[in-house]
């Protein structure tokens, strides 16, 4: 439906748990989709990996909450009011249910929130769910793309 | 597909746009979608934020771009800016595809852009992994 498939997406999945972690990273790979995932553990480490300018700004991003040293709300925050940051698209992908988190990442900007599955055969459909809808169907923003392609990234 | 989220049904979804057509072939595409949902239409900006003001809420919004009055953009803005709306999830479908729209869209806070397809197969297409996307795997915000 759009234009952006001419490359692996570019996924970064956020999460304290190593277990998670290596969940996503099977249900991505399994779905044989065309992506490249990076990986990483907290807010912290996902703000100091986005203001690294000679880093490609990622095609989405799916985000813990709970999470120690900067949690993803904040970093949620961080993200959406950053003018060079603040267009990529953010999936809450998280544990929590509670009304609270919800309302709040949506007031904060989140594009979308979604409660991380228990079984590893609905991860894997909700890979494919994600990359049908943000990747195939959405459009992404240009901004991005000319960053990119300023980088010669990809 | 059981990841199933207990969000209130049936989904209340406003689409807002000028053309009568496009609003008539988008109903036919979330009805023959099988989605249980309710909808009301606007036909233009003023009209959504007039709603919005005082009737009910949506869970969420499908926004046109270009329309006399008021226009996507700033209703876009104006939801966004607003503490008792920004939570609610709207999606642009529009014919536009400018880069200058999209990059603006998405700076103005709309939770995704996508460009309509021309064809009624492939509208149809659209509204099933939107339907499905939006009232199956998302949780939305309570009201």
Not at chain 1, 27 to 43: F, M, N, V, W, Y
Not at chain 1, 74 to 86: C, F, G, M
Not at chain 1, 117 to 145: A, C, G, R
Request: charged residues 25%; contains cysteine.
């Amino acid at each position: 439906m759009n234009s952006n498939n001419r490359k692996p997406a570019y996924i970064i999945a956020v999460d304290d748990d190593p277990d998670d972690r290596d969940m996503i990273e099977m249900a991505l790979s399994e779905t044989k989709l065309p992506t490249r995932l990076e990986l990483l553990q907290d807010g912290e480490s996902l703000m100091q990996h986005l203001q690294d300018t000679t880093k490609p700004v990622p095609d989405m991003i799916l985000l813990d909450i709970n999470m120690p040293r900067m949690n993803g709300l904040e970093a949620l925050a961080q993200i959406k009011q950053h003018p060079r940051l603040k267009t990529i698209p953010i999936v809450m992908l998280t544990t929590s249910k509670t009304q609270d988190d919800i309302t709040r990442s949506y007031q904060l900007g989140c594009n979308s929130y979604i409660s991380k599955p228990v079984l590893y055969e609905t991860l894997v459909d909700l890979m494919n769910m994600l990359h049908q809808y943000w990747i195939s169907t959405v459009e992404h923003p240009f901004i991005q793309k000319a960053i990119d392609e300023h980088l010669g990234a990809g | 597909m059981d990841i199933r989220v207990t969000n209130h049904s049936p989904l209340n979804i406003f689409i807002v746009d000028d053309d009568p057509d496009d609003q008539e072939l988008l109903l036919e595409a979330l009805e023959l979608a099988g989605l249980t949902c309710s909808s009301s239409t606007f036909a233009d900006g003023q009209e959504l934020l007039d709603q919005l003001q005082d009737g009910e809420l949506p869970d969420l919004i499908l926004l046109d771009l270009n329309m006399p009055r008021v226009d996507g953009q700033t209703a876009l803005d104006r939801i966004k800016s607003s503490a008792r709306l920004r939570r609610i999830p709207v999606v642009v479908l529009t014919t536009s595809r400018s880069e200058a729209d999209v990059d603006r869209c998405y700076e103005l806070g709309a939770n995704s852009f996508i460009t309509k397809p021309r064809s009624f197969e492939d509208l149809l297409d659209l509204v099933e992994t939107l339907g499905d996307y939006w009232t199956r795997v998302v949780r939305l915000p309570p009201h």
